[in-house]
């Protein structure tokens, strides 16, 4: 491969891309091609997708066809949540361009059997996802070999030629192809409509994707040949593109769940172990699945908390699936109030743990149990760093789903950290109905308990109750049937305050602060606009009403007219 190409970056690949596409008769090209990086979305971490599609029929709804599925599916997997695997949020962008192009060309006259080809390479993490339908081809040259990666879906029609068996539109229900490659560096795909290879044989198509030749050059030399030697399986277009792998990304979310599933689990850890580099000390906890161990880095030379499974979930599906949640968001997140997971390289790790740093501070529910009590200005300044951590997590599409006291680290700084997301639900990759890890109950918004999928109006339910038991000292908010409102707890506290939480522990969720910011912002508000009210005892303006006001001056005008009468009195 020639070095003296333009080169394509993101997402950590590197590639170099060449293309080519003509027809017999240029007005009459129904293929369409595009290579899109998600930088130019806002998601580089989607990194590149390489598309070339194909319209079906005659005519230019046959292109406009093909077009619109490109532009659509591609839109969609870059636009599909943050939490989506590249593979699913593929087929779901697929999907769901099918069923437009489907009923589209049922209802609307002008676009009658619109329908296309369409093969995709998606460069995204450490593989290559292939999404494959219709009569395109795709192929990888490795070390001088060249491997056919899909098979075309075509029918034969009663002249000879074929045409496609499934296409994006051309059923209700779509049949594609999803397949993954494991790339090399150095690798060359190529991806080919029909009209570049139905003319060519096997040998002349692997004869034309020469090593020595740049994307581009090879590009156009199998588009020229299918033009030349065959004119008629050009007619409808010939489109090659060529992608060259310079560069691969580093590890990422999928090597960390390979990873994780061949992690076997040891027996309970001892003070004085040394477990890949890491000197065990005291425990710090121990619940029914964890115990977290101090320890020390012989690598690094600091201290860090080792989260270390129990023996006995050795065999426990969902608890390793929570394991490798946590991980991969504690390690993706990047925020200054969210505790930090600390990567640590594959090779070293022996068994399942976790590793993260050592915070010498106390958590919530630890400053609760004791004196003084909390002031409401310092409970304000907590509460506008907790809804700040839920909301970097929101920018993610995470939601953390065991917000509580003992959850939230006090540093001696002031400053704060939101720990434990192994329960963290995760859009996309947990299903909508999915129960197995619903929270701590006395922190769970209503509506979860009906199986309604946990959003950012249930985080601020249980931002609510967290605040509420800080101003209160530890009780929580709700009694037999309803909310105790703050006041009768903490008649001292602002009557805005009350009313700020009051409304984010609102059992309709219409009526809840839809997301931490808005929350944040009303406690901002309050604090600018706060006059001196409180809750129990109203300010000096309010305990004065206008009536009294003029019933004491007509009090003071009487005595005074009194007055003045008995004095012109004596004086005659």
């Known amino acids: 491969m020639s070095e003296d190409q333009a080169q394509i970056c993101a997402g950590g690949w590197t590639l170099a891309v060449g293309a080519a596409s003509a027809a017999a008769q240029p007005e009459e090209n129904h293929d369409f091609h595009a290579i899109y990086s998600g930088e130019a979305f806002g998601h580089p971490q989607r990194g590149l997708v390489a598309t070339v599609a194909r319209g079906s029929g005659a005519g230019r709804g046959a292109r406009a066809a093909a077009e619109i599925a490109v532009h659509e599916f591609v839109e969609g997997y870059f636009g599909a949540a943050a939490t989506l695997g590249a593979g699913r949020a593929a087929g779901l962008a697929l999907a769901s361009i099918n069923a437009w192009m489907f009923s589209q060309s049922r209802a609307d006259p002008e676009r009658t059997n619109m329908s296309a080809s ?7 993490g450490r593989q290559v996802r292939i999404i494959h339908i219709g009569d395109c081809r795709i192929y990888r040259k490795r070390n001088g070999e060249l491997v056919p990666l899909t098979t075309e879906h075509v029918r034969p029609l009663s002249d000879g030629t074929v045409a496609p068996s499934r296409s994006v539109g051309g059923d209700a229900e779509l049949h594609a192809e999803y397949l993954e490659d494991a790339p090399e560096p150095a690798d060359r795909y190529i991806i080919l409509s029909r009209g570049s290879y139905a003319g060519a044989t096997s040998a002349q198509i692997e004869g034309l994707v020469i090593d020595d030749l740049a994307a581009e050059a090879v590009a156009k030399k199998i588009v020229d040949a299918a033009l030349a030697d065959a004119p ?12 060259d ?5 580093h590890a990422t979310l999928d090597d960390l769940a390979a990873v994780f599933s061949r992690l076997p689990l040891r027996g309970p850890p001892r003070d004085g172990e040394n477990w890949d580099g890491f000197v065990l000390e005291r425990t710090l906890y121990r619940s029914r ?11 690094s030379d600091r201290r860090v908390v080792l989260k270390i499974p129990l023996p006995f979930m050795q065999q426990d599906a969902v608890f390793r699936a929570g394991f490798l949640r946590e991980a991969w968001v504690g390690t993706t997140v990047h925020s200054r109030w969210i505790a930090r997971y600390i990567d640590i390289p594959p090779e070293r790790r022996s068994s399942l743990y976790l590793v993260m740093p050592y915070y010498r501070g106390e958590t919530l529910e630890e400053r609760l149990l004791r004196s003084p009590q909390l002031g409401h200005l310092e409970v304000i300044a907590i509460a506008l760093k907790l809804c700040a ?7 993610l599409q995470v939601v953390h789903r065991d917000l509580k006291p003992e959850n939230v680290i006090l540093l001696p700084d ?18 909508p109905d999915e129960d197995r890890l619903g929270g701590t109950t006395r922190y769970m ?11 950012q109006r249930s985080e601020v339910f249980s931002l609510g109750v967290t605040i509420y038991r800080m101003l209160t000292g530890g009780a929580f908010p709700f009694g037999q049937r309803e909310a105790v409102p703050l006041a009768r707890l903490r008649p001292d506290l602002p009557a805005w305050l009350g009313r700020c939480l009051m409304r984010a522990i609102e059992t309709d969720p219409e009526k809840r602060f839809q997301h931490a910011s808005e929350f944040a912002s009303a406690l901002e508000d309050g604090l600018r606009r706060d006059d001196g009210t409180r809750a129990g005892r109203p300010s000096w303006r309010q305990r004065i009403s206008p009536l009294r006001v003029w019933q004491v001056l007509a009090c003071v005008f009487a005595a005074a007219f009194f007055l003045l009468l008995i004095r012109t009195l004596a004086l005659r």
């Not at 792998?245 to 990304?249: E, F, M, S, Y």
């Not at 951590?389 to 920018?395: G, K």
């Open 118 to 124: 369409l093969s995709s390479l998606i460069f995204a």
């Open 232 to 243: 008629g399986s050009g007619h409808w277009g010939a489109t090659a593109l060529v992608i």
């Open 245 to 249: 792998l310079l560069q691969l990304p």
């Open 289 to 299: 699945y964890t115990t977290l161990k101090l320890a020390h880095d012989t690598v």
């Open 389 to 395: 951590a839920v909301q970097d997590l929101a920018a």
């Open 414 to 431: 002031g400053e704060v950290r939101l720990i434990d997301l192994g329960l963290a639900y995760l859009p996309g990759i947990d299903d």
């Open 445 to 455: 918004a209503p509506e979860l308990f009906g199986g309604v999928p946990p959003d």
